[in-house]
């Protein structure tokens, strides 16, 4: 048999139709592999918020044929910009120096909702029943050369392949790894989403901004829903006390005023405007050596979840999910070494990132940034030309779809 009648034939089962399973789950449809992903939730689930997607992340969905489509739901900024907690005054982080870098820094700036929604859509197109809603999954195992996702009511559905893309409390990543305990970071994070005809008119300017202080930072940019605007913004503050680990967890307008106190009116009416409000506390875990046993792997924030503060998230998890598609598509008839390969491939690049994200947090909020005198050389000085080409380069230059695997 060759190797691509092999690829037809084998069968991936996924766990989680989040940004990562969907994403897999097309990749793999359209390379000619059979697929069925099962989610618990009853329907795809509206998380209000943004999402940037960076160069990295759009090579995986050009790949994917999705150029289009993410252009129609995209609200691109025309510049980047970091603002001074106070008084808003801006800096430009990318066009002081023509020359500063080498890799593309284009941002396309989308609701999640809409995001998930053209993953979906992608997938259905080719396989229509390929999304089972409803089931929750919990755990995997390697069985007589199968590999199998067990359900909560005891029984399983049975592939070639299962991958856990099951978000950071994956239970496919516990059943195969044990228990990986979170560790709170010392930050909560708040986000939502702020009609733009409710705001005022500085709001509109097309910009990705991020605005820092001593104890907090504040991203912020357009998005739009069928032609309608709005800022998404996501605030992350330092605190003792710290929220759920989960993205779903409603944050009260009162908490969010005293945590904000003394910052720009723009950031306050973007709380009180805003259409919904959610706040969690964010999380660690130890980084894994291994993303695979046997025929089963993991893809996303399963293996990596990972602090916002590079934005690298769904990025990664675009990444991994394409990579771990071109390594099946090479050795379809060695299921086991493939995830091996896939591996080698993206563990160590993956854990780099979590890292430096998480290193950002000292960045972001700094005493070096409560009063102007000090703020503005500490901000020079850490979103200079130099120091952004080398946070950003070599995540923005990787492409998932060619690199070495
Ligand atoms: C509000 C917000 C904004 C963000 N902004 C950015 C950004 O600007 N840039 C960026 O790169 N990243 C960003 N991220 C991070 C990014 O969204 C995640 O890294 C990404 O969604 C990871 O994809 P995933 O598929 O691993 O997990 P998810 O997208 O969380 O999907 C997991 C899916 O698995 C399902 N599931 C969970 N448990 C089970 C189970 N037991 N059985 C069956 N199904 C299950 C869940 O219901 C969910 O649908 C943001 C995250 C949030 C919450």
Redesign the pocket.
């Known amino acids: 048999m060759t190797d691509s009648q092999q690829t037809k034939r084998l069968h991936v089962i996924i766990?989680?139709?989040?940004?990562?399973?969907?994403?897999l789950g097309a990749a793999l449809l359209q390379k000619g592999f059979d697929v069925d992903i099962?989610?618990?939730?009853p329907e795809?689930?509206e998380?209000g918020?943004?999402?940037?997607?960076?160069a990295n992340?759009s090579r995986v969905m050009d790949a994917l044929g999705l150029k289009d489509a993410m252009e129609a739901i995209n609200l691109p900024p025309h510049d980047r910009v970091v603002r001074f907690w106070k008084s808003g005054e801006q800096r430009s982080v990318y066009n002081r120096d023509a020359n500063a870098s080498k890799a593309d820094h284009t941002l396309v700036q989308v609701l999640?909702a809409e995001l998930?929604r053209i993953l979906y859509e992608a997938v259905v197109k080719i396989k229509p029943d390929a999304v089972h809603f409803g089931?929750?999954?919990?755990g995997a195992r390697t069985v007589g050369g199968r590999a199998q996702l067990i359900f909560e009511d005891g029984s399983h559905a049975e592939g070639d392949v299962v991958v856990g893309?099951?978000?950071?409390?994956?239970?496919?990543r516990q059943s195969i790894f044990g228990p990986a305990p979170a560790r709170y970071t010392g930050a909560n994070?708040w986000?939502g989403i702020a009609p733009m005809h409710k705001l005022k008119p500085q709001h509109r300017e097309p910009l990705a901004s991020t605005w820092v202080g001593p104890t907090a930072h504040v991203?912020t940019y357009p998005v739009q829903r069928d032609g309608e605007e709005f800022v998404s913004f996501?605030a992350q503050v330092d605190s003792e006390t710290w929220q759920t680990e989960s993205?779903s967890e409603r944050g009260e307008l009162p908490d969010a005023l005293k945590d904000f106190e003394g910052w720009h009116q723009d950031i306050l009416d973007l709380f009180i405007n805003s259409e919904n409000l959610?706040r969690w506390g964010l999380f660690v875990r130890d980084p894994l050596e291994r993303w695979s046993e046997g025929r089963v792997t993991l893809?996303?924030?399963?293996c990596h979840?990972?602090t916002?503060y590079?934005?690298?998230?769904?990025?990664?998890?675009m990444e991994d999910a394409y990579v771990l598609v071109r390594c099946l598509e090479k050795t379809p008839g060695d299921v086991e070494g493939a995830l091996k390969r896939y591996d080698a491939a993206r563990i160590e690049r993956a854990n780099r990132t979590k890292a430096k994200s998480l290193e950002m947090l000292r960045i972001f909020h700094s005493s070096e940034l409560a009063n102007s005198e000090s703020a503005w050389p500490y901000i020079e000085k850490q979103w200079s030309p130099q120091a952004v080409r080398e946070r950003y380069d070599w995540l923005l230059a990787y492409d998932a779809t060619t690199v070495e695997i």
């Open positions: 766990a989680g139709a989040g940004l990562g399973g969907l994403t099962y989610e618990q939730s795809l689930r998380v918020a943004g999402l940037w997607i960076s992340g999640r998930q089931v929750r999954s919990t893309c099951d978000g950071a409390h994956s239970r496919v994070a986000r991203t996501s993205w959610f893809v996303g924030d399963a979840s990972m916002p590079l934005g690298m998230g769904v990025n990664m998890t």
